[in-house]
């Protein structure tokens, strides 16, 4: 079963590859996707911030899309405890995208979740 941080995943990898169109989606699909586009230059530029060696624009589309909504719950979901989003931004990582982008995801926001809350 697909819960709402894998649906706001899914539409915010279209809105990526479509430049700006996401799709229909409902209740917390839709608060979190909705919330990462209208912050999405904020939170880009707090992950360039942070990454050491890869810039926004050069992240794999699925890692940009994983870090930009952990980014957007970190901010402006303060009812889910950090750990959880960390967790399941790397599951989603492991899930959606390449083996080591688990890792990856972990280590931006193991430095950003420090400063966020």
Do not use: C
């Not at 941080?5 to 989606?25: K, M, N, T």
């Not at 608060?31 to 586009?37: E, F, H, I, P």
């Not at 989003?85 to 492991?94: G, N, P, S, Y």
């Amino acid at each position: 079963m697909i819960d709402a941080r894998e649906r706001a995943l899914q539409a915010l990898y279209e809105f990526d590859l479509r430049d700006g169109e996401i799709g229909p989606l409902s209740g917390r699909a839709d608060r979190l996707a909705s919330g990462v586009v209208q912050h999405m230059a904020d939170l880009d530029q707090t992950l360039d911030e942070v990454s050491r060696r890869w810039r926004v624009a050069r992240m794999a589309p699925v890692d940009r899309a994983v870090l930009r909504l952990a980014l957007y719950e970190l901010r402006f979901e303060p009812d889910t405890p950090t750990a959880v989003v960390v967790a399941e931004a790397v599951r989603l990582a492991k899930k959606y995208s390449t083996d080591r982008s688990g890792a990856f995801v972990n280590g931006i926001l193991g430095r950003i979740s420090q400063s966020e809350r």
